[in-house]
């Protein structure tokens, strides 16, 4: 998109006031969005977005000017406001650019753009008729919606670095509401990755449909949660919203660094069970989280943050890096060319296990089992987290028994993850919007199936719900940890299409 000539004149004209470092990230953006409601296509847009940020570093100060003037007049003014703003020096400033090498390429088959939006379309409306066929009484509406993203980007920087990169996603997202007696109850199915329209080659439309569907209509019947401290069982397919949330956030070096981690300063402590192994990878191929370099232009990379229960790194952007000196590991992540980047996860996950998830359930005697989480939210200093549980079950005498509603899990991250008495030899995948200063990235995060707790009386989890257990008081939970105190917290969702 800009030629390295241009690059390397912005680059010296953002150091020319003195910086100690430049960077231009340029960004071509086209994007297709298509939602389904009411078993009409209401709406259907396409677009294409682009410009270019400038940053510059002097010590801890950071400038950043953006602009969707692409030639020589808008980069090279970009550049000036970014210059301006760290001060009055002069420096002459001779570059040269190296072009690098992607670590790892994801495979792309049938790139969306050449996808007609009919083919499209259709595959929302596959999903429709199929949540309808479940139950034409009680499904009383269907919400689906397409997205498509091909975002090509150039990042240049005053240490030589010159990457030219292509991302390309597809996803797809089914809500089916069900009512029944005054009764309101919502399934979602969800999926999406780094990959073309050949994605529907593995996920098909009517399958997520019926899936939404029929968990909406199930909960029209399920009883309602019960309250109180016990052994809880993650399925590995509720995905890895619990990581993410409750141990993840807490990981990125920008908070650590602000003092608003509960992990800060424990490396190389026990903070986790032994059996409990942490990473974070964003070259796994076909991961909604995946990248080949992050949006600094570093190259990807697998980081280990936690192993065998001891704390191992951070994920690092260039700015955190150098606080510390030391190098990114490739974690420094934006929404666009009008954000800054900061430490973001990419696909984060704890790593199977040794145990057979049927084994787990029946070790966990009596207490819940979780195999769809819904939104969640944790205060990053002292790692309190509260998340929704939008498909659970009462599991009995080992058994799994009849599924429940309106249940939330409380507790503390590195409790819980200290607390963990069994780890599946599976692995579930989720996807999902991060959000984080204003700008949300997609990532993908996993987890096996674990048991947390062996008892009700030594589990790390508090059940929420409104049934009063028969042996114990009813302890009820919120789901606002603002209502709790916590000054900060972090959401994660899944953004409607």
């Known amino acids: 998109m800009i030629d390295k000539e241009l690059l390397k004149e912005t680059l010296a004209v953002a150091l020319a006031r003195g910086g100690d470092f430049a960077e231009v990230f340029v960004e071509s953006r086209r994007v297709t969005g298509i939602g389904l409601e009411g078993g009409k296509v209401e709406r259907m847009q396409s677009g294409v977005e682009a410009g270019a940020g400038v940053r510059v570093l002097a010590g801890e100060a950071t400038a950043y000017a953006h602009t969707n003037a692409l030639d020589r007049d808008g980069l090279l003014r970009a550049a000036r406001i970014a210059a301006r703003a760290l001060g009055n020096g002069q420096k002459d400033v001779t570059l040269d650019l190296t072009t690098l090498r992607p670590p790892v390429t994801f495979t792309v088959r049938e790139l969306p753009e050449t996808v007609p939006a009919e083919r499209k379309a259709e595959k929302i409306a596959e999903a429709d008729r199929a949540a309808r066929a479940v139950d034409g009484e009680a499904i009383k509406q269907v919400m689906a919606g397409y997205g498509d993203v091909v975002q090509d980007v150039v990042i240049a920087n005053s240490t030589g670095v010159h990457v030219e990169d292509r991302r390309v996603r597809t996803r797809m997202v089914v809500n089916a509401v069900a009512a029944a007696k005054g009764m309101i109850q919502t399934g979602t199915e969800a999926v999406g990755g780094t990959a073309g329209f050949e994605l529907f080659d593995h996920h098909d439309p009517g399958e997520m449909g019926t899936a939404a ?11 309602p949660a019960p309250s109180g401290r016990m052994p809880v069982v993650l399925s590995g397919a509720a995905g890895g919203t619990m990581v993410h949330e409750a141990c993840g956030h807490g990981l990125e070096a920008d908070l650590v660094q602000k003092g608003l981690s509960v992990y800060g300063g424990k490396q190389g402590q026990e903070v986790a069970a032994p059996t409990i192994t942490v990473e974070d990878n964003a070259t796994l191929p076909g991961r909604y989280g995946s990248y080949a370099f992050d949006d600094e232009g570093t190259p990807a990379r697998p980081v280990t943050l936690i192993a065998n229960g001891v704390l191992e790194d951070y994920l690092y952007d260039r700015l955190s890096a150098t606080r510390e000196k030391r190098e990114s590991n490739g974690h420094g992540r934006r929404e666009s060319y009008q954000h800054k980047p900061v430490p973001r996860m990419g696909n984060t996950y704890i790593a199977p296990g040794r145990d057979d998830p049927e084994e787990i359930i029946r070790e966990a005697g009596e207490g819940l089992l979780v195999r769809k989480m819904g939104g969640g939210q944790v205060n990053t200093t002292t ?64 987890q096996p199936t674990m048991l947390l707790g062996t008892s009700r009386k030594d589990s790390p989890i508090v059940v929420g719900g409104t049934k009063q257990l028969e042996d114990g008081p009813e302890v009820r939970t919120v789901n606002l940890p603002a209502a709790l105190g916590f000054p900060e917290f972090r959401v994660r969702r899944i953004r409607r299409l």
Not at 213 to 223: D, F, G, H, P, S
């Open 213 to 223: 569907a029929k968990r909406a209509r199930a909960l029209l019947e399920a009883e």
């Open 383 to 446: 790692g309190d987290f509260v998340f929704e549980v939008a498909e659970g079950y009462l599991i009995r005498d080992g058994e799994v028994g009849p599924m429940v509603r309106g249940a939330t899990l409380t507790g503390n991250g590195p409790e819980v993850l200290r607390r963990v008495a069994m780890v599946g030899k599976d692995l579930g995948f989720t996807i999902g919007t991060c959000g984080k200063d204003g700008q949300g990235v997609p990532v993908s995060d996993a």
